[in-house]
C-alpha cells in the first residue's frame, strides 16, 4: 500500500498545481470571487493532504503492522475525491447540490489523520 499511496499522493499534488494554474489563468474570469475561492479551497486541501498520503506511504514503509495506517491513507484519499472534488464540480458547474458531498470529504479527512494519530500511539 505504501507505494500506492507516495504515487497517489504525487499525482494528486501534480494536478493539485494544474488546477492551481487553470484556476489562476483560465477560470479567474469566469467564475465569481466567491466561487473562485471555493476552487481555491479544494486546490488547498487537495495538496496538503496530497502530501499527508505521501508521508503516510513513506511511514508505511517503516513499520510492519501499519493496519491503521493502510486505512488512514484510504480514508484521505477518499477525502480528496469528495472534499476537493465536490467543490470543484461547484465552482466550475455551479451546481450547488453537490456541496452536500464535500462534509463527508472532511470527515474522511478527519478519520484518517485519527487514524494516523492511532497508529504512532500503538507503535510507541
Known sequence: MSKLFILSGSILAFFAVGFGAFGAHGLKSKI????????????????YHA????????????????????WAGITILIGILLFSGSLYILSILGAGGFGIITPFGGVCFLIGWLLLA???LKSM
Do not use: D, K, P, W
Not at 470571487?33 to 495538496?47: P, S, V
Open 32 to 47: 465569481s470571487a466567491e466561487l473562485m475561492e471555493t476552487f481555491q479551497t479544494g486546490i488547498q486541501y487537495q495538496m
Open 51 to 70: 502530501l499527508g498520503l505521501i508521508l503516510i506511504g513513506l511511514i508505511v514503509q517503516r513499520l510492519e503492522n501499519a493496519l491503521l495506517l493502510n
Open 118 to 120: 492511532f497508529q504512532v
